[in-house]
């Protein structure tokens, strides 16, 4: 086996317990960037037998969207919103970690069960790329902040990309521009999101957000003498 | 058996003391003192020998017990792990698992002891101490479970011929990653920095140091010896899987593994002298983490 890739997926397993056991967004920050990094390095390895333009192409555009774009985005928003960690998440670190560990074991159970139109270069390939995908899902519902669920949302997407390129090399250039680009637009937004619900809120909680519909019941129940104080929030929504 | 094999737990029985000495001494040059001499442990070993023995009027055999089961099991389990490509004088299937059953009694004996002192401070430590230790242990196990599973054989000997027999590069990370997390456990069962800190003595924090409070002159010799041959054990589990000697290479593999010792014991000496304890909370997060390393090398063992 090749022993580069086998370097690049246990370095993507152990970025994503990275992600999992640190309540610091900026060492989750950098975990994912790192791993978007390998993931850009990766189709440079899996193709040993032509480097075409095409295929640099891809690893450059990636590597800068994943390794620098994103990290300098989301750090932004972090610090523009003025959170440094997760504090209170649904589920526990050492949890975490725990989930992590059973994650890699059903994401082996199901990658060898898995009926592939044609065979991978390495058997570990598709685990990890589940893997990848059950940390990202895992992160997205387990964290409180919008920022944690943004990183959940990109390393669900790095799993996506890693099984692209363990089983379709082939496919469309457009295509993969398409979801390079999609992942940049939908960074990019919520970046400015987080930025504006924390500004409105004074904090990016998900699970806090629920109380935003009795707020507005709230504003509206007295009727009268409340009209100006509802312009003034209007006007700060936007 | 050919009597080189009485060589490792010789080995480990005349040099386990200087490991503390180097990694003291490495402690004060950081700090820019120039430290105690590298032989200060054997000489604080015969001063404690010397002395005469306190037992509390509350304290049962349990008690005394304690040390001398504590030191027995260590020098058990001195006789099973081999030492630069020298062979172990108890070497047999399963002997992994006999080892980490050693390490747990001695373990089960100095709690005990520590519980029968009635102390509150020691109970807290010997909480602390089965707490964190039941997170460490599935580490061990499973690091030593994916070299058995890497290597095909379950003895200790075989394990590191085998390992030696194929280098780095081929047997891949499997290997690495078991020597991560069998490092962390070996930072953590010694009650080293980022787990507990050896200098301490401020009981609320303290975990190992705690349990052994009440334990005076030769009992307490017996246990700082136990610790420093533990100490010895874990470490050269490490530097056996870091630098793995094939046996038969006797005067070069013992010189080189001795030299992984010593480049262990600075290391763990930078890390205590660059590193702050860890809060209480955040150990058994560092444990798991080394359990989930320990799991991906039995992974990466078995595909």
């Known amino acids: 086996m090749n022993l580069g890739l086998e370097t690049i997926l246990v370095f993507l397993v152990l970025a994503n317990i990275v992600v999992l056991a640190s309540s610091r967004l900026t060492a989750c920050i950098r975990a994912v960037a790192a791993q978007g990094i390998a993931l850009g390095i990766f189709p440079l390895l899996a193709h040993d037998a032509a480097l075409t333009a095409r295929v640099l192409l891809l690893a450059a555009g990636s590597m800068v969207l994943k390794g620098i774009v994103f990290p300098m985005l989301l750090s932004r928003a972090a610090r523009d919103a003025e959170v440094r960690r997760e504090m209170e998440p649904f589920v526990g ?4 970690i725990v989930f992590g560990a059973a994650a890699l074991a059903v994401a082996l159970w199901i990658g060898s069960r898995l009926p592939l139109p044609r065979a991978t270069w390495s058997p570990l390939v598709v685990p990890v790329a589940l893997f990848t995908l059950f940390v990202g899902l895992f992160i997205i519902v387990s964290r409180k902040k919008a920022l944690s669920q943004v990183l959940g949302y990109l390393v669900l997407e790095n799993g996506i990309y890693a099984f692209g ?37 004074d904090h990016i909680d998900t699970d806090r957000m629920t109380t935003l519909r009795d707020w507005t019941r709230r504003r509206r129940a007295p009727g009268t003498a409340l009209s100006g104080k509802g312009e003034a929030a209007g006007e700060g929504g936007k | 058996m050919s009597p080189t094999c009485l060589l490792p737990p010789v080995i480990a029985l005349v040099f386990s003391p200087l490991l503390l000495g180097v990694i003291n001494r490495t402690k004060a040059r950081f700090a820019g003192r120039a430290g105690a001499p590298l032989h200060q442990p054997y000489h604080d070993l015969l001063k404690l020998l010397r002395k005469g023995a306190v037992y509390s009027r509350t304290t049962t055999w349990l008690f005394r017990a304690g040390p001398v089961v504590g030191l027995g099991a260590m020098l058990a389990a001195s006789a099973l792990v081999p030492f630069g490509g020298l062979g172990a004088p108890l070497a047999f299937e399963g002997d ?30 010997a909480s602390r101490e089965v707490q964190f230790s039941a997170l460490a242990e599935p580490a061990l196990f499973l690091g030593l479970a994916s070299m058995a599973r890497e290597t095909g054989a379950v003895s200790l000997g075989a394990i590191f011929a085998s390992l030696s027999a194929h280098p780095w590069a081929e047997s891949g990370l499997a290997p690495l990653l078991a020597a991560v997390a069998l490092a962390i456990v070996f930072l953590a069962e010694n009650a080293r920095i980022p787990v507990d800190d050896p200098n301490t003595h401020l009981e609320l924090t303290m975990i190992h140091e705690v349990m052994v409070l009440d334990h005076s002159g030769p009992d307490f010799a017996l246990i700082q010896y136990g610790a420093a041959l533990k100490l010895w054990l874990l470490g050269s589990l ?19 593994a001795g030299g992984g010792m010593i480049a262990l014991a600075v290391l763990t000496g930078v890390v205590e002298s660059v590193m702050a304890r860890l809060r209480l909370l955040r150990v058994p997060q560092l444990l798991v983490g080394a359990g989930a390393l320990s799991s991906l090398a039995l992974v990466l063992a078995f595909v």
């Open chain 1, 93 to 96: 670190y050492t949890l975490s």
């Open chain 1, 165 to 201: 390129v363990a089983l379709a090399l082939e496919e469309p250039l457009l295509v993969e521009l398409g979801v390079l680009l999609d992942v940049f637009v939908a960074v990019f937004v919520m970046g400015i999101a987080i930025f504006h619900i924390s500004r409105e809120f």
């Open chain 2, 96 to 125: 992994l698992l006999v080892l980490a059953g050693l390490l747990a009694l001695a373990r089960f004996v100095t709690v005990n002891a520590a519980l029968d002192t009635g102390s509150s401070f020691e109970g807290m430590g």
């Open chain 2, 238 to 256: 490490v530097v056996g899987m870091l630098l793995p000697v094939g046996p038969g290479s006797a005067p070069a593999g013992v010189a080189l």
